[in-house]
């Protein structure tokens, strides 16, 4: 299966994941119960789930707040000149920077998207100026700091 082919899920594979989804410390027999299955075939497809990566791993969620990461922001990157260079260095860039939750690449006027969390203003400017805007290929950095979350999630709307 090449990794645009959607795998085939029944209606009990739904169910497993939006449990599963909605909390992913449930143990095997309290996940049977709620979707009404034996535990051991409740394990099977779960399994058979994260064989077909359908399940790609399980996390904790975190109080950012409550551990000093008060400042969520929205940066948008736009790059001189768009070559293969200039993406792999973003690219890089991104997976060696912790306070970047979220990369994007987009269309339209910004070339990326990122989500990024800092204790303070002042990390945030050590961010875009020490980090960012040295990047090779970075023209412009545009930040907007989120004044309030009104809704964050990573659940996809399976029901």
Known sequence: MNMHETPTTDPMDLKILDALQRDASISNQQLAEQVGLSASQCSRRR??????????????????????????????????????????SIRELTEK????????????????????????????????????LPNEGVSRVHSNVVLEILKEDSSLPLR
């Open 97 to 132: 920077t912790p306070q970047i939750l979220e990369a994007h690449a987009l269309t339209g006027s910004a070339d990326y998207l990122l989500k990024v969390v800092v204790r303070d203003l002042s990390e945030l400017s050590l961010l875009v100026h020490d980090v960012l």
């Open 47 to 88: 399994t058979g789930l994260e064989e077909r990566g359908l399940i790609r791993g399980y996390r904790v969620l975190l109080d950012r707040e409550r551990l000093g990461f008060g400042v969520t922001v929205f940066i948008s990157l736009s790059l001189d000149a768009h070559n293969l260079e200039g993406a792999r």
